[in-house]
């Protein structure tokens, strides 16, 4: 099965926590703090595996997380990092955040990786929290949630050569005739439902990755027939092949269909290198036909050639001239992947007012009550400083909250009081 486009939600392993313990050893009856502090939560990264061509195998998985990091232990033992998940994909992924859809990634290169989504930090052991006026503290950190995203990854194919027409052109049999790829093969349109990849080696130091495309009709680019699902891989591209019907009524209405196509649906399709393959020269139509058309492209200065994909006759001669069309354009540079940027908010928390009380949000804020203990009276002193520090008191305060009413802060309920 081939799948071209795919939704995965992620998660980023979370920290381990931190550890309250105190040093227990023979002649030492009044031990210091000894909790370690918990290990890093693993992260997800994506691996481009050139083995792959499709996203099919996401059609059965779409969660993923990674390993959360261990809790630490006394004797300011750290708990072992949680190990990262690797995430294979196909040459020619790009991967968008699905909820903002801006642009992560273009993976394009084997072997190729990326992190996207980054594993918590190990809280804090009650060793990291000892001071010269609390020399035995008995707090210690939760370890810090892990990154969770949802991705929308989409596959472009990376070929050298796309094979495009109208549906029935013999895009499929030109292909299956020169490489060892095995597309759907009948004499109706839309045999092709997918694209399909192969390889042509014309001689020792000459090879080409063909993509023969879906057909396409008119309004294609608007949604309609197959085309729209399918024009993205001819985006990779750079040279085109423009298979022709010969034994169609009108093949020059249907080159100047494609072509307007391809201008419609833009991203510089309309102005790739085109090489126009007459096909079907065994049928008496096409060779009726051929000198016609060849004259009216050859005026509009189309270079054209006749071939039978059924035959294979004059097909060596078409990749030929493809090869040598691609060794006279420049030398693409492949772009280094997008890094992934977590942005900071500029306020670290907003305040509302909910009919149950008060709502509390911002990722600094719920970061901060997630990774705090409620367990001791000395926990929530420290969590109060923090809010302290951040303005979230004198906030609240400004804000009209009452003794007694309810703040929410993420999945956390208190109840105030000054």
Not at 239 to 255: C, F, K, M, R, T
Not at 400 to 406: F, Y
Request: charged residues 25%.
């Amino acid at each position: 099965m081939f799948l071209d486009q795919a939704k995965i939600h992620i998660k980023a392993g979370d920290g381990g926590n931190g550890a309250v313990a105190f040093r227990r050893e023979k002649y030492i009856p009044f031990g210091g703090p000894s909790g370690g502090d918990g290990g890093h939560g693993g992260d997800v990264v994506l691996v481009v595996d050139p083995k792959l061509n499709t996203l099919s195998s996401f059609h059965h998985k779409s969660k993923f997380a990674a390993q959360r990091g261990e809790n630490g232990h006394g004797k300011d033992m750290t708990g072992a990092s949680g190990a990262d998940l690797r995430i294979v994909v196909p040459p020619g992924t790009v991967v968008r955040d699905a909820d903002t859809g801006l642009l992560v990634a273009d993976l394009t290169t084997p072997g190729q990786e990326l992190v996207v989504a980054r594993g918590g930090r190990g809280g804090r052991g009650n060793a990291r929290f000892a001071t010269s006026t609390n020399q035995a503290p008995r707090m210690a950190e939760n370890g810090e949630p892990g990154e969770a995203k949802t991705l929308l990854l989409e596959l472009k194919l990376i070929a050298d050569v796309g094979i495009v027409g109208l549906p029935n052109a013999g895009k499929s049999t030109l292909l299956a005739s020169v490489s060892a790829a095995r597309p759907k093969v009948a004499d109706y349109p839309f045999t092709t439902l997918e694209p399909y990849l192969g390889v042509a080696s014309l001689d020792d130091e000459t090879t080409l990755v063909l993509a023969d495309i879906p057909g396409l009709i008119e309004g294609a680019s608007q949604g309609a027939g197959l085309g729209h699902e399918f024009l993205r891989h001819i985006e990779r591209t750079r040279v085109l092949i423009h298979l022709l019907d010969g034994s169609s009524e009108n093949p020059l209405a249907d080159y100047d269909t494609i072509n307007a196509e391809l201008k419609a649906f833009g991203r510089g399709l309309d102005v790739k290198p085109q090489i126009v393959g007459f096909n079907k020269m065994d049928l008496p139509l096409a060779q009726e036909q051929w000198p016609r058309v060849k004259q009216a492209l050859e005026q509009r200065g189309v270079e054209a050639l006749a071939i039978s994909a059924v035959a294979k006759e004059g097909v060596r001669e078409l990749l030929y001239r493809a090869a040598q069309k691609l060794s006279e354009l420049p030398i693409v540079e492949i772009e280094e992947p997008i890094p992934v940027i977590t942005l900071t908010e500029e306020e670290p928390f907003t305040i509302e007012r909910a009919a149950d009380g008060w709502q509390v949000s911002g990722a600094r804020i719920e970061k901060i009550m997630a990774m705090s203990r409620l367990d001791s009276y000395e926990a929530l002193q420290h969590l109060q400083r923090k809010f302290e520090r951040l303005g979230l008191i004198e906030a609240l305060t400004s804000a009209g909250v009452q003794e007694g009413d309810t703040v929410t802060i993420g999945d956390f309920e208190m109840e105030w009081h000054p």
